[in-house]
């Protein structure tokens, strides 16, 4: 079940630590409500050689909806300041177990990086298993990164507002079954409750095993069907603001569907605006 392009193991990343062009993130990233404070746990203990992506400040931080994925520049500065370039394998976890990691898969994906996994289960099974913890940083040699941004994998709200309308592509969103109803109060601020009309509901939970790694693929297809996507469309997923939604875009291309992307604004978006039609129930 090991794929270097989108999920590995914790047997295989132990096996392959010690690799030279092995290149390990901690991507974790929480909800206010968590009340967890990801860079510095990150400090008190990661994965031998990990280095830290935070991804609000690996950001478009010109925009006003939170974290929307970087400009091409910052993100080449970014990753050559890590250590991060052209012939590195990459492996992103995070904190949670399989929360916020994919979304930085994605943005590598977005970058035209082909080269990169989520850890499965992410730290809390490293951790589980005994594995090996540390507090240093790492040794980090600058390495030049080449980019070519794939637009396809990237929705803005007027192309999302045009697949609601036509129905050409399933809009998946990946936020609990309450928040999808309307039946829930969303955590920012400001937005309105319910969904974008003709979505699908698919809560990322569903995707994921009681240990907190993902399901297998047939089981995966299985939970989308079951929400009533239609997988010979393709798919674009959405969640409150694109982190969870990038779950959805990682079980797809687990099961090998292909033609899938993330809105990236999502409901921090598309809640905010009274122009934009919104279905509830």
């Given at each position: ?197 003709n979505s699908k509901n698919l809560p990322f939970g569903r995707l994921l095993n009681a240990d907190g790694t993902m ?67």
């Amino acid at each position: 079940m090991d794929d270097p392009k989108t999920l590995v193991s914790t047997d295989w990343l132990d096996a392959h630590l010690r690799d030279p062009d092995l290149r390990i993130l901690d991507a974790s990233w929480y909800l206010p409500a968590m009340a967890r404070d990801a860079k510095a746990e990150f400090d008190e203990g990661h994965i031998p050689g990990a280095r830290f992506f935070d991804i609000d400040e690996i950001a478009d931080q010109r925009s006003e909806l939170p974290h929307m994925f970087p400009p091409v520049e910052k993100f080449m500065s970014r990753m050559r300041a890590m250590g991060i370039g052209d012939g590195h394998q990459v492996v992103i976890y995070d904190g949670a177990g399989i929360f916020s990691a994919p979304r930085v898969w994605w943005t590598f994906r977005l970058m035209g990086k082909m080269d990169v996994a989520v850890l499965d289960g992410g730290l809390p099974k490293w951790r589980a298993e005994g594995r090996m913890i540390e507090d240093l940083p790492p040794f980090v040699r600058d390495r030049h990164m080449t980019v070519q941004r794939q637009a396809q994998l990237v929705k803005d709200v007027t192309q999302v507002a045009a697949s609601s309308k036509l129905g050409d592509w399933e809009i998946i969103d990946a936020r609990s079954e309450g928040r999808f109803r309307g039946e829930e109060p969303e955590p920012r601020a400001g937005l309105r409750q319910g969904h974008i009309p003709n979505s699908k509901n698919l809560p990322f939970g569903r995707l994921l095993n009681a240990d907190g790694t993902m399901k297998a693929p047939e089981a995966l297809k299985a939970e989308f069907v079951a929400a009533g996507v239609d997988l010979q469309k393709p798919a674009v997923t959405s969640c409150g603001s694109g982190i969870s939604a990038a779950i959805l875009n990682l079980a797809l291309e687990r099961i090998g569907h292909r033609d899938h992307a993330l809105y990236d604004g999502s409901w921090a978006e598309w809640g905010m605006y009274g122009d934009l039609r919104v279905a509830k129930g």
